[in-house]
């Protein structure tokens, strides 16, 4: 048996003018069969967008408006008969719910932070009304999972993170093209894509603008010298300013207590100058 979500709204709206599907359960049952249905759709707005309706549901509902269960039965079976309640629904699930009532439920909670919503009693495009609201998809045992599951909001948040994505590239990008502008002139085009394709291997842009000043420091204001630098670091698995530095002290240190002569000028991280022009 079906357990409703306790999502219920305190009013619900109720147009002046029925449609003649009320008209006809009035004619047929008089003011109660009107009275019935009304009653009917308190039930349902007060536990969500459907409320269950089984035998047992119907008496206790009978008792509680002064009827027999049996008239109760009866109203129920002419309204769902002329579309007030949708009768597949019904028959598959012992729900009553309609189209009308989800579409006045789901824009009554619009502005809630979430909304539960099993996917087995929708008629309408929920996307059409809770387009802030995290929607709680229920399982068959009516247990809330993939809480904050809605599909625009992942598409905003999606979107969101594709823009800091942006400025963070962009960022990079600026340092480095400040760093080239400052040691060797204006960056052209085919630079800035190999500067490029080394951030997106993961380079840190600290680490490029310093192969660029060290081009400048040796007196070889070229790229391909700093090309050559981020080549090295690359076969060596450094990938961020910090790793280059920590190298190079390293091999500094291993050098002194060896005895080896001093490098050259040119030597950086165990290129020598001469080796890449």
């Given at each position: 048996m079906a357990r409703p979500l306790k999502d219920g709204v305190d009013y619900f709206p109720m147009d002046v003018h029925l449609d003649t599907k009320f008209d006809l359960i009035e004619a047929e049952f008089g003011l109660t069969g009107f009275a019935v249905v009304v009653k009917l759709y308190q039930e349902v707005y007060g536990q969500g967008y459907y409320c269950e309706w089984t035998s047992e549901v119907a008496l206790l509902f009978g008792r509680k408006a002064g009827l027999g269960g049996?008239?109760?039965?009866?109203i129920v079976a002419a309204a769902l008969r002329r579309g007030i309640f949708d009768r597949t629904l019904y028959e598959k699930h012992r729900i009553l719910t309609s189209a009308g009532i989800q579409r006045r439920y789901f824009e009554a909670v619009s502005r809630r932070r979430y909304v539960n919503v099993d996917r087995r009693y929708l008629l309408v495009d929920i996307g059409q009304y809770l387009k802030d609201a995290a929607i709680r998809w229920v399982s068959a045992d009516m247990n809330p999972v993939n809480a904050d599951n809605n599909p625009q909001r992942k598409q905003k948040e999606r979107k969101e993170e594709k823009r800091k994505e942006d400025d963070a590239r962009a960022q990079a990008m600026k340092r480095i093209a400040d760093a080239y502008e400052a040691s060797i002139g204006l960056m052209p085009r085919h630079v800035a894509d190999q500067a490029g394709a080394s951030l997106a291997k993961g380079v840190d842009p600290e680490l490029i603008a310093k192969a660029i000043g060290?081009?400048?420091?040796?007196?070889?204001?070229?790229?391909?010298?700093?090309?050559?630098?981020?080549?090295?670091?690359?076969?060596?698995?450094?990938?961020?300013?910090?790793?280059?530095?920590?190298?190079?002290?390293?091999?500094?240190?291993?050098?002194?207590?060896?005895?080896?002569?001093?490098?050259?000028?040119?030597?950086?991280?165990?290129?020598?100058?001469?080796?890449?022009?």
């Open positions: 049996n008239v109760v039965s009866e060290l081009a400048a420091e040796n007196n070889v204001r070229k790229w391909s010298y700093a090309a050559a630098i981020l080549r090295d670091c690359e076969r060596r698995g450094i990938r961020t300013l910090r790793e280059f530095e920590t190298e190079r002290t390293e091999r500094g240190k291993r050098i002194d207590e060896s005895g080896a002569a001093a490098h050259s000028a040119g030597d950086f991280g165990g290129l020598s100058l001469g080796e890449h022009l």
